[in-house]
């Protein structure tokens, strides 16, 4: 390899870091990662509230842990959905 290709590929994985990914795609669509943590969020306290639910069917509290994880994530994904259209179709309209 010739030294101008090595600068080039050392640029390229240091702007590739997982860090740097993580932080580039919060920018690009903050309501993915949201979700995303949301999900986890709903998912952890259904698994701590598994052990205290009471008299409640385990097959029941795991169907109302589900639907809410899931609509925590597509509520998440659909304001991000709103927001991307936003910032395509009013704020940059002027082009």
């Known amino acids: 390899m010739s030294p101008s290709q090595e600068s080039v590929f050392s640029d390229y994985e240091a702007e590739t870091s997982q860090t740097a990914k993580l932080i580039k795609k919060f920018k690009e669509t903050p309501f993915v990662p949201i979700g995303m ?3 986890a969020g709903v998912v952890a306290y259904g698994l701590y ?9 385990m097959s029941l509290h795991l ?13 998440a994904l659909t304001c991000g959905v709103l927001y991307s259209m ?5 704020v940059k309209p002027k082009e």
């Open 63 to 75: 169907i109302h842990m589900r639907v809410a994880a899931q609509g925590f994530a597509v509520g």
């Open 86 to 90: 936003f910032q395509e179709y009013v």
């Open 49 to 57: 509230k598994l052990k205290h639910r009471g008299d409640m069917k």
């Open 37 to 39: 943590g949301g999900f």
